[in-house]
């Protein structure tokens, strides 16, 4: 008898499929109704909430709704993150992931959140995330370089290919173990070459701590593949959160840096390599710290400011360290203050104190950082920043503090003594001891009281770096103090700005109405003649001040921190500005002011201080232009990159780890040059240590104006000099109007250079054309280079040649997005709309 419960096979193919469900389809319908309409009404948060439910209820409407679903995050995003709703931003894009865990758009959507909040290691996974569903996915891959150039920085490549360095530590390290030291811990092991030499060496134990994520999966994998994966204990961790027997189950022997893990046994068998260090230090005048860390200049384009402030003195000894002392370690940060008397050789302004050290790795082998020093190294420089300049003459002595506190060195410029006396530099001490001073029943002298010009002064240059900054300071980064001392890229704004808004302003007067004789006149709005200027540069920026200045101008600033608005606030009082023609546009979000007006002019931020152009620029200037009065200009108009062909050994060290030669044979290159990046940023094109092999040359023009623009072209380059073409540093001239324009490579630029570093180098002769094949997306630039048979006879024009190469895509997706944000699509079709608009303001990376 069969089994009763056996119930009979069901054919696959004649499987009902699940009935309709009449109620369920009305709610789907009428909850995506409802989504349409809050995004027609520009309820982002609502519509994304209800976008959600749709899609849970209904998955097979992924591929209808996918793209309005975005364009409702990224509307999100850029509401929220101005309201500072961080915590659900993070929540929303989670949710957004669950409905859509292989979006390559949204992934990198939520990489460029975190990175700009500093989680620079979760946001180069979910760019490495994105470019795996999408290889040739160029804004993950652009904004991969951006992570990789924080996460492995240039120095690591430095360090590595440094030789040298690597075979003394070797040497010390294979002592240290041959004399007994056979459990070794590796603090901060980088890509874990000095674990692996302790384990080559013959340790029994390694253990290696790393806290950057990303540099730890590298450890894992550079550790593997040499065959040492179960000989070398890696762990995620920083060494003073290690503990025994928990992280490692014994003390060691030798140890880098921290005596927390050091055996018992350390007076006689125990080592810490480098063994100790000397540092030394040293007064110097240098105009390049001087401009970076104290205001400079009496007035800033019209702006009335108060003016702030190269000396060289022999070597001091700051410190001595002995790294195998633990008593003296101990002691170390709370060892009292000491007092260094430095005598002064020649005249100069004191701009900063330069340190660097001689590492000790053991008695018979050190390295020393120093300036004339072959070493991946650099010196640390502590910026003087009083605001008012110190001029030291021979004889004088320099009195500096040292001290160690909270394992941070620390040196302080507080004294000068001449002639028996000493004078003060520490303003807060000085006015402390003019209180002091006073006899009781008296009061202070009226003229050591602050004027509101040198309240002003200390704000602006109030760059704090070893303590918390005072309630009335203003912390600014060193970019944007040399940019308060770029004397002439304001002067340079201020005639292009008086240009533009006298003419506006002339241009209304012409045109304006004569009044009928029953009108009255009185009731106008008395807005109706003021010209409207935005300014959404990034960081802190004078330039709407400048224009509210004009008596017919509202201006407009993207200044977020609170401080620096009131530090505006009060320059605009001190340079009678009224406070109503000066107001903060905080959601930086380009649309009109307000109802129908429309922007006189839009000053864009377009270079990054790195040397690279913003990203989404050309996108953001479209927008702009659709905002812009008749005769109104965005600002810049147009940016000309220039560049030239150099060899430079320096650009490939920081490039790529040179084979396995510098690294003792260990295989390590494949993995670090994972984190190659084809443009290095930050340069100082006039100290790079290069040969000029040609002239510049132009190699491409941005028209900020335009709606044409190429996004490749060829330039031919004659070489001036014979040598390998390694890299091609850049720059720009940027355009104000047709006559005012500023260039990234002065002197006194608050700008920085780059550079594309070429994949393979070019030999060439002098007299031969080189090719360069140029490519600009967004802010990421790449170059290939050839030798050119054919001789360029005739110079290109670039503006004429390459503008029948403009993207027609990328200025219909702009276009559409200009649409959506001036004013949300008003007629019943919303969610088509919407949808169309979602893949332009991903495109602008909906900034």
């Known amino acids: 008898m069969p089994n009763s419960n056996t119930r009979p096979k069901r054919d ?66 850029d509401e929220w993150e101005s309201e500072g709703r961080i915590e659900e931003l993070l929540h929303s894009f989670g949710l957004a992931l669950e409905v859509f865990p292989d979006d390559e758009i949204i992934l990198n959507s939520l990489g460029e959140l975190l990175f700009r909040l500093g989680f620079r290691d979760e946001a180069a996974s979910h760019f490495h995330k994105a470019l795996k569903l999408k290889p040739d996915y160029p804004e993950a891959r652009e904004n991969f370089y951006r992570a990789a150039n924080w996460l492995v920085e240039r120095w690591h490549f430095l360090m590595l290919n440094d030789r040298g360095r690597n075979q003394k530590y070797q040497q010390a390290i294979q002592k240290a173990v041959e004399r007994g030291c056979n459990t070794v811990l590796d603090i901060g092991t980088g890509t874990g070459i000095l674990g692996m030499c302790a384990k080559k060496a013959g340790a029994a134990s390694v253990f290696a701590c790393e806290w950057s994520k990303t540099m730890y999966e590298l450890a894992c994998e550079v550790v593997t593949a040499n065959g040492m994966k179960g000989g070398i204990n890696i762990l995620h961790k920083k060494s003073l959160d290690m503990e025994v027997p928990k992280d490692i189950p014994h003390r060691v022997s030798l140890v880098n840096i921290s005596h927390d893990t050091m055996s018992p046994e350390a007076s006689e068998t125990g080592r810490v390599i480098p063994a100790g260090a000397t540092v030394f230090g040293m007064a110097v005048e240098s105009l390049e710290v001087r401009r970076h860390h104290r205001l400079c200049v009496s007035e800033v384009g019209g702006l009335s400011l108060r003016a702030v402030g190269q000396l060289h003195s022999p070597p001091f000894r700051a410190l001595d360290i002995d790294f195998n002392n633990v008593k003296e370690l101990e002691g170390l940060s709370s060892r009292e203050m000491q007092r260094l008397h430095l005598p002064v050789t020649q005249e100069g302004t ?59 060195l620390r040196l302080c410029s507080v004294a000068v003594a001449r002639d028996g006396h000493e004078v003060c530099l520490d303003r807060d001490r000085l006015d402390q001891h003019r209180v002091d001073d006073q006899q009781p029943g008296t009061t202070a002298n009226p003229t050591s009281t602050p004027t509101l010009e040198a309240e002003l002064c200390s704000t602006l240059a109030g760059l704090q770096t070893h303590q918390s900054p005072a309630k009335d300071v203003c912390v600014l980064q060193c970019s944007e103090i040399a940019l308060l001392n770029n004397g002439h890229y304001h002067q340079s704004f201020k005639r292009a700005l008086d240009t533009l808004l006298n003419d506006l302003s002339l241009a209304r007067e012409n045109r304006a109405p004569i009044a009928a004789p029953n009108s009255n006149a009185a009731s106008s709005d008395p807005t109706d003649d003021l010209l409207y200027v935005l300014d959404v ?4 920026s004078l330039l709407s001040l400048m224009a509210a200045r004009h008596v017919h101008v509202k201006a407009f600033s993207s200044v977020e921190k609170s401080q620096q608005q009131d530090v505006l606030r009060r320059l605009a009082g001190a340079n009678g500005v009224p406070e109503q023609r000066l107001e903060f546009w905080l959601n930086r979000v380009l649309q009109k002011p307000s109802g129908e007006k429309l922007w006189s002019a839009i000053i864009l931020d377009c270079v990054e201080t790195s040397g690279l152009i913003r990203q989404k620029l050309m996108e953001k200037a479209l927008l702009a232009s659709f905002l812009l009065e008749e005769g109104g200009r965005v600002f810049p108009q147009r940016i000309v990159m220039y560049g030239m062909l150099v060899e430079s050994d320096t650009l490939l060290l920081e490039n790529a780890v040179q084979g396995q030669e510098p690294t003792l044979g260990f295989n390590i290159a494949p993995f670090i040059n994972q984190f190659t990046v084809p443009v290095h940023v930050f340069l100082d094109f006039s100290t790079l240590d290069c040969r000029h092999l040609s002239e510049s040359v132009e190699l491409f023009v941005l028209d900020l104006m335009s709606d044409s623009n190429y996004t490749n072209r060829e330039v031919k380059v004659r070489a001036t000099s014979s040598g390998r073409v390694t890299a091609v540093p850049f720059w720009y001239q940027i355009h104000l109007d047709r006559e005012v324009s500023v260039s990234t490579l002065r002197q006194d630029s608050h700008w920085k250079q780059a550079a594309v570093v070429l994949q393979s180098s070019l030999e060439v002769h002098s007299g031969d054309w080189v090719c360069l094949a140029v490519q600009v997306h967004n802010s990421s630039i790449s170059m290939s280079a050839r030798l050119d048979d054919e001789p360029a006879s005739v110079a290109e024009d670039a503006s004429t040649a390459v503008a029948e190469e403009a993207s027609a895509a990328v200025v219909e997706e702009a276009s559409a997005a200009v649409v959506e944000d001036a004013s949300v699509a008003e007629d019943a079709s919303v969610a088509e709309n919407a949808s169309v608009a979602a893949k332009s303001s991903f495109a602008m990376g909906t900034s």
């Open 537 to 540: 540069s990034e960081g802190f």
């Open 350 to 408: 004191l701009d900063a104190l330069a340190v660097w050290f001689q590492l000790h790795l053991d008695q018979e082998s050190s390295i020393s950082t120093g300036p004339q020093e072959d070493t991946c190294w650099e010196q640390a420089i502590y910026p003087i920043q009083n605001p008012d300049p110190v001029t030291l003459r021979p004889g004088d002595q320099l009195v500096v503090e040292v001290s160690c506190r909270n394992a941070y």
């Open 12 to 77: 696959r193919r004649t499987r009902r499929q699940p009935r309709e469900d009449p109620a369920r389809n009305e709610l789907i319908c009428r909850t995506l109704e409802s989504a349409q309409q809050c995004l027609s009404n520009q309820d982002y948060g609502t519509a994304f909430v209800y976008y959600l439910l749709v899609l849970n209820l209904a998955p097979v409407l992924k591929h209808f709704a996918r793209e309005s679903f975005r364009f409702t995050l990224f509307k999100i995003v």
